[in-house]
């Protein structure tokens, strides 16, 4: 079991970590704790370095949640540490900071279309600097993409804090934002609901990494719209 770092502290950059797997075939090794963030909610994988404590340096690649197992995938050739062996993470900073400023650009853009226009949202997807969001929302036109950008940087301006909380299921449940967002679809199995609330704006159960506050993120660009049918609108944005 990998106790997910990143979780509790998205700016955590390094980290030490014992081994506690290691599958040669894939070169694949799980650490006993990471900050890397292993995929999901239209969040990508991080990548970064894996190094050993006798001086090996091996590129972090790809990683994944498998079970409550986060299993990193090592480039290169050199023999894998071995299970037990301590180990040293370092996350491609670059990358991933742009990610969290692209995810919590997302969450602000979901917020605020909920609030102004009362649409809700179907999925989204995201990669350094730039994302895309699928709403239910028919008025959708040209002319509100102007009037949703001005929206979306004043909250970006107004520098809202970002909250994370990890909170039992039960708990979670009774918020009726929640809700909202479909936090019903959650697997039984899930004891625990980590949410991501931009205060006085959105909330939602999600396991991505953001930034502190609003006024990380930049400005906020919509570059684009799609209609995906007379219901689903699909809003592209990016981050400069
Ligand atoms: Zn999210």
């Not at 650490?31 to 370095?49: M, T, V």
Request: charged letters at 30%; a negative charge; one cysteine or more.
């Amino acid at each position: 079991m990998t106790d997910l770092l990143y979780q509790t502290d998205s700016y955590m950059k390094e980290f030490e970590a014992k081994v506690s797997a290691v599958d040669t075939d894939s070169r694949a090794v799980v650490l006993d704790q990471s900050a890397f963030y292993p995929g999901g909610g239209g969040q990508p994988n991080d990548i970064g370095k894996l190094a050993s404590s006798n001086g090996v340096v091996y590129p972090v690649e790809k990683d994944k949640k498998q079970g409550a197992d986060v299993l990193h995938f090592l480039g290169g050739d050199q023999p894998l540490p071995e299970v037990g062996a301590q180990v040293r993470g370092e996350i491609d900073w670059e990358r991933r900071y742009a990610l969290m400023r692209t995810h919590s650009a997302l969450h602000v853009l979901c917020g605020t279309v909920f609030r102004d226009y009362g649409a809700l949202v179907t999925g989204g997807n995201m990669e350094p600097g730039k994302g895309r969001m699928d709403f239910e929302f028919e008025r959708l036109q040209g002319e509100l993409v102007g009037e949703i950008e001005a929206a979306v940087n004043k909250e970006v301006e107004a520098g809202r804090d970002v909250r994370v909380n990890i909170l039992p299921r039960e708990e979670a449940f009774q918020i009726p934002d929640l809700i909202r967002t479909k936090i019903n679809l959650l697997p039984e199995g899930i004891s625990k609901v980590r949410t991501v609330e931009i205060v006085g704006l959105d909330l939602q159960a999600d396991g991505g990494t953001h930034v502190r506050n609003t006024a990380e993120i930049g400005n906020i660009k919509v570059t684009d719209y799609k209609s995906k049918g007379a219901i689903n609108k699909r809003i592209y944005i990016e981050v400069v």
